[in-house]
């Protein structure tokens, strides 16, 4: 059964439990630069609070409800997509989508081109710069616990219930059911866009205000270079096929060419 | 400064020996110096990493290295393959006398775009995984494969005109192969040169419409077709004054007819694509990608397709115009898809990227090493020339300045 993760924005409190949890079991250095960010500083900022070493981030916008600003924080991560656009794009299959959820990557088949980060529908990719040999870092969604029946580190912590671990179809009926009775916008986000996540975010105020790509497409990224793969190899010998009859062709009683 | 070396080629009974030359002029010099600080930079960059020597970052991963060194080296490396579908294929002959300068120019291109590709990827001791571990639903898959393929390919068939001085036991081998390594070795390219189009179709929505397209992959294929004649005529005006040697203007123009030919290929599925899409309103919004997109169109290829068909090709100067106007375009379009197709996207929460000096200092290196690499093997090897093969035992020494053998 796949697993996934519902974030209820409302719900949070911006106590970053969650990002120490996921520090302290993926062993995350602790990061010079991060010292005196705060939650509004990090929303600010293009990297969105993701580093090669914090996979999450606790980001504070302020979007409007009824017509006045409200404080909403919102947790940044991996989205890990049902289909994944890192997963294909990767030449040296360094990245893997689990049965289980998670999207993982494994650092000693990946040759650093960055195509990943150019394909990822939600930026979620970072990589490190200042390694002299940089690999690519993101959220992995905790694989082993998840492999081992256990809840991710994040939401094993959080004391609000603003975000939970479960079967992802249960938490997306979850989520439907929270919409209506709270007068959420009616939106998951997560269960279409870019094919559907793993992740998914349910909120009381416009999720365009919060700086999520609202007008991602709901198809599964792969798809769109899918049937151009499938078509190359045909498309190579046939073309090989007509320049072997042209070069017989026209090579026909003629001197050869020094 | 003259360099001439003379080795001995073959040890035994009949001892023949081989001379090496290089003269240096200030040109020369200057390729040198730039080639060195690149080397430097490049040793910085192994040490030190990407961060110390580039500006890329999250926001913009790819850069400077993978537009100019990649995309634009592959797409003007592009004459090659063209060429030899012209010549070898359709045996069009008239066309041969270039034949061996723009497949020297190609592969001298692919070693640059392979080299480039070392330094750019962040762990470029893994360069091999694609080869066993398969991730066959990329598009850069193909494009690895093709890429270096090719460039193997390329080296043979340079081997070929290589052995006719040194090794030449070989020579009627790799004669004999000749026909496959020319199917191979246009196959090949036409592939990877669609493929790297097709790179940028994954990102969706992130790429200006004026250029995401479905057209991508034959957008990249027929400019890379179209540039060949270009570079082409630039390579052949630049190697005649270093070289002194001027190739026709009737085989110039000739090259030229049938890229302009591509070129309105080109446009006319351009202007479906914008029809098809909806894209008009964008294309004559007179914003910044409108003006570059606009540009690119007007200069790169409607102007050189009315120079290809009017008299203006007649003379050097009009075929120099189409090649620098033909090249620019196409490095203009090349650096759009990237920089001016995704700036906004990339930009949108305050992320930025301008090249840094090391980051050109290692491009321009790369070219300048190109430049003098073919310098040096059009002196030493028949490329220019009238092509008959030559016999290192029937020849003497032309002249003093033109030396390739010695008895």
Redesign the interface.
Known sequence: MAKGVLVDIPKCIGCESCSVACKLWNELEWDEQEKNKTAIDRA?????G?WPEEWTSINRYDPEKDGESVARYVKAQCMHCEDP?C????????FQKLPEGPVIYD?????????C???C?F?V???????????VRKCQMCATRVANNQETACTSVCPTGAIIFGDRDQLLAEAKKRIKENGYVDRVFGEKEAGGTSWLYISDTPFEQM?F?T???T?P??S???G??KA?PF??VG??AI??G??VF??KG?EP?? | MELVTTVVSRAGAKMSSVRWKFRMTPMRWVFTGIASAAIAVILVR???????TTN????W??GLWISFDVLLGVALAGGGYGTA?I?????R?KF?PI?RSAMLTSLLGYIVVVLGLLI?????F??W??YV????????????WCISCYTVIQILEFCEVGTEKVFKGAHKYLKKAM?VM???G??LP??HQS?LG??F??????VNPLWWTAFL?VFFLLSSFFVGAGMIVIESTLAGKALNHKVEIPVLRGLVKISAGAMILYLMLKITDMVVRGTFANAFAFDLPSIMFLSELTFGVIIPIIIAFSSLSSTRKGLIWFGILTVSGVIMNRFDVLFTGMGKYLNQ????YVPAVSEFIVSLGLVSIACLAYLFLAENFNILGN???EHADDIEIKDGKYASTAK
């Open positions: 600010k900022e293009p990297n969105n993701l656009a997963v294909s794009s990767c030449f040296s299959k360094a650092q000693s088949l990946c040759v650093g081109c960055r195509y980060m150019m394909a529908p930026d990719l970072r990589y490190e710069w200042k390694k002299a040999i940089p690999g700086r790509r007008d991602v497409t198809k990224l792969p769109y270079t899918e151009y793969m190359t498309v190579g073309w090989a320049l072997a042209l070069y026209n090579n003629k060419l020094d | 192994f040490v030190l990493g990407l961060g110390a890329l970052n999250d926001q991963p790819w579908l010549v070898y294929v359709l045996r002959d041969y034949a750019e990827v962040g762990q470029w893994n360069f995984r694609p571990s398969w991730g066959h639903a990329s598009v850069l898959f193909e494009v690895f026909p020319l199917i191979i246009i196959t036409t592939l493929s097709q790179l179709y994954l990102m969706v929505g992130k992959p929460y305050g992320g930025s092509h008959g093969s």
